[in-house]
């Protein structure tokens, strides 16, 4: 199969009445065109004249692809050049105070976004966080009390003009005022849930300006409706709508993310001309639809906006016929939510001389690809079925070429897991005996010194595995050049003392990537990139078959570094949730399976691992927390089968093998019960910023293992001194038992240079020996 099968984004005759639209489209542009002009600009190397060029190619792009695929009402003012929170904060007028009075444009969202060097020294920037479930992170505005909501809108109402003169039916989409506020930092919730009727108005009046333009349908995004909100916050909903409402506008009200269940009645009778919601989960459109006013639209998301996979078209126009019966023209197609959480086009991994397999390539729908099935499907609604019976039938022989590719699935394993799986995966002896067998082959002072594992990747490093990969230099010379910087940061660790070493990761370019480059059953795209945040771009693998490990990952580094030294080398893999966040997963499998399927391969390697010899061994779950459902509802059956996961990953080590977890970020509360249940031996954490109070629920909870909780936040470049290392240990040591307390980094060091990982570890190891003398 070549890239004819792929649904061609080419013009298709456009018949019918029913309405499709999307939510937003990438806008870093084709080979990351944005990106790339946003860096220039910031070094210095290009003028702001080429930057706009730059946008508004993209924003052509956009827009063209949109025609071509028959869209009837594209999403505009989508477009941002840093981030969309960022920008509504400066079109509010609240740049926080220590920026000065700024004007909304691009200096100043530069300005929030990246820090600036002011009069008195650097200006912080805003912070950054995760855009509810997915891997974009948004700019959190920092709302002040004494700061009114002013309005800025030119720069937005350009780029709506734009849009609305090359299609008159675009559809301006915003945030929405009240996921504004609650996205929203600097006051407490109370505090910013009394400033909805003030924004309210705002809004009101930048609604005015864009219906000035001519904009017949404006959309206002509020996510928030897929989380578990106070009642306040709902109902909150119905007057700042009715304050929003504008006369001659028609208003979308978009929810996305999760089901909206149990907020029917407060939507159905907002004040609005429109609802979408996710529908790309199932359920619920018929509810909806018996509860919607007559003179209102559903738009039914019902293409995953997030799934990198070709729709089952046959199985969708099932689901949607009844509906369009009932509804008519008051049912719009789109997709679930913005397209920008997708790579642009699968058509450049056709055309690519890739590795990927054809039955692949021809199954994958990045952004440009949704947009004419989303067309197609309004096209099967409204003029039959018959009048694309061609695309259906390609659609389903895809699929089933896809389902029929070697590799998909290997029963033989799938029993044997689904087998091993059925006893509850655990360790042989509870942690205290652990504990003593532990330190019996360990033999570890009071608290132990040991980093998270990764060390300066220096460019000699990063340029030897670009040179290996692009066939510059052989396997053997590459892999002298890693054993070299190995015994260098083994030889580096004893001298510093440090008492549990790591290899340091030389040989990783990222932590899932390394893992899933070795596995059967990921496939990694040319150019599947993602805006992350800015100009950033991720490129995730993609999980298409049943994941399998032909040979051992990792042994050999490990061995060749405990051969090094007498002290205890920690083993470091990547666990299977981690894995399971960070990249595309198929979708004919439950997470839960594919998770399991990733703890198998890595319950392999800790048994290979130990029988090298290894006596500690550490599974990294940053992402842990943030695969949490958005609804608590669907959390402990989450954290039920990510516990296991992980148990069943490291179960098979034995009593004397010391297995080790990180996570790093910043909130424990809610899942210190699961984060116990992982009966890991030691936990790492990032709690420097936090200045250890993320401790807190650790002590309530009494955790019962050990914890290392970070001193030294190595996000940046300032070295802690020994006593203020001192200081946060002694706040630790008022939560954690003396005999179970660690010292270590917050993070692994592979950002930092050589000097400043020098200092910090020497400050570090200091600090441990202090305590020591004291006790
Ligand atoms: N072992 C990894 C490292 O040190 C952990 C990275 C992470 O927590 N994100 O780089
Ligand atoms: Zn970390």
Redesign the pocket.
């Known amino acids: 199969m070549t890239a004819a099968t792929i649904p061609p984004a080419t013009h298709t005759p456009f018949t019918n009445k029913l309405v499709t639209h999307t939510l937003g489209f990438p806008r870093i542009g084709q080979n990351r065109a944005l990106k790339w002009a946003l860096e220039d600009h910031w070094r210095g190397t290009s003028d702001r004249v080429a930057l706009h060029e730059t946008a508004r190619q993209v924003r052509d792009d956009s827009r063209r692809w949109h025609r071509e695929a028959g869209i009837t009402r594209p999403a505009c003012g989508d477009f941002t050049f840093y981030d969309g929170m960022a920008d509504l904060c400066l079109l509010f007028g609240q740049a926080p105070q220590r920026f000065g009075d700024r004007p909304n444009d691009l200096d100043s969202l530069f300005a929030l976004a990246r820090g600036q060097q002011g009069e008195q020294g650097s200006l912080a920037p805003l912070a950054m966080t995760k855009w509810f479930d997915t891997n974009y992170h948004y700019l959190v505005p920092e709302l002040d009390a004494a700061r009114p909501f002013r309005l800025d809108a030119g720069r937005l109402l350009e780029e709506i003009k734009e849009s609305l003169a090359d299609d008159p039916s675009s559809k301006p989409v915003l945030i929405g005022p009240l996921t504004f506020l609650w996205l929203s930092g600097g006051a407490s919730r109370e505090e910013r849930l009394t400033r909805a009727p003030e924004l309210a108005h705002a809004y009101a009046a930048l609604l005015s300006e864009i219906t000035a333009l001519g904009a017949e349908w404006v959309q206002l995004d509020e996510p928030i409706l897929g989380l578990d909100l106070p009642a306040d916050w709902l109902a909150a909903f119905e007057p700042v709508y009715h304050r929003v409402k504008t006369p001659g506008l028609r208003l979308m009200l978009a929810s996305y993310f999760a089901p909206i269940d149990g907020r029917l009645s407060l939507l159905a009778g907002l004040p609005i001309d429109g609802l979408h919601v996710d529908a790309s989960s199932g359920g619920e459109l018929e509810a909806i639809a018996d509860r919607l006013p007559a003179f209102k639209v559903l738009s039914a998301g019902v293409l995953d906006g997030r799934s990198i996979w070709r729709a089952d078209l046959a199985a969708l126009l099932d689901r949607l016929e009844p509906l369009h019966r009932r509804l008519g023209d008051r049912l719009w197609l789109a997709p679930s939510c913005s397209l920008l959480h997708l790579p642009l086009d699968a058509g450049e991994e056709a055309e690519a001389d890739t590795a990927l397999p054809p039955a692949l390539v021809e199954n994958l729908s990045f952004a440009r690809q949704k947009l004419v099935e989303l067309q197609l499907l309004a096209r099967g609604l409204a003029e039959g079925r018959d009048a694309i019976a061609a695309e259906i039938e390609a659609a389903t022989a895809a699929r089933q070429r896809l389902a029929a590719l070697p590799g998909r699935r290997d029963d033989a394993r799938r029993e044997r897991l689904s087998r091993s799986l059925d006893r509850e995966p655990a360790r042989r002896h509870a942690y205290p005996d652990r504990a003593r067998a532990q330190q019996a082959r360990l033999r570890l002072p009071a608290f132990p010194t040991t980093t998270?594992?990764?060390f300066p990747q220096t460019d000699e490093i990063r340029s030897t595995r670009r040179a290996h990969r692009r066939g510059e230099i052989d396997t053997n010379a590459y892999e002298r050049a890693m054993r070299a910087s190995i015994a260098d940061t083994i030889a580096e660790q004893e001298a510093l003392g440090l008492d549990v070493l790591v290899h340091g990761?030389p040989e990783r370019n990222d932590?899932v990537e390394y893992f899933g480059q070795q596995l059967d059953g990921f496939a990694f795209t040319r150019a599947g990139w993602v805006q992350s945040y800015g100009s950033r771009c991720v490129k995730p693998p993609i999980i298409w078959g049943d994941v399998a490990r032909a040979r051992p990952l990792t042994v050999e580094w490990s061995r060749y570094a405990q051969s090094l030294t007498d002290r205890p080398v920690k083993g470091?893999l990547t666990g299977p949730v981690t894995m399971l966040s960070w990249s595309f997963v198929r979708d004919d499998l439950s997470r839960e399976a594919v998770a399991y399927q990733l703890a198998a391969v890595l319950r392999e390697e800790v048994a290979d691992l130990c029988a090298a010899g290894i006596a500690a061994i550490?599974v990294?779950e940053?992402a842990f927390r943030e695969g949490l459902p958005l609804r608590r509802a669907g959390w402990d059956g989450y954290l039920d089968w990510a516990v296991r996961a992980f148990r069943f990953a490291t179960a098979l080590a034995p009593t004397d093998v010391q297995i080790h977890t990180?996570?790093?970020y910043s909130e424990f509360n809610d899942i210190i019960a699961a984060i116990a249940a992982l009966d890991a031996d030691v936990i790492t954490i990032e709690t420097t910023r936090s200045n250890m109070k993320l401790l807190d629920a650790f002590a309530e909870f009494e955790y019962p293992n050990e914890i290392g909780p970070g001193v030294w936040d190595i996000h940046s470049p300032l070295i802690p001194s020994v006593a203020e290392m001192v200081d946060r240990l002694e706040l630790a040591l008022d939560k954690v038992p003396a005999d179970r307390l660690w010292v270590n980094p917050d993070?692994?060091?592979?950002t930092r240079g050589w000097e400043e990982v020098r200092a910090g570890l020497r400050n570090l190891v200091a600090a441990a020996h202090e305590l020591r003398e004291r006790a």
């Open positions: 998270i594992g990764s990761e932590m470091m550490q990294d940053p990180h996570m790093c993070c692994g060091l592979k």
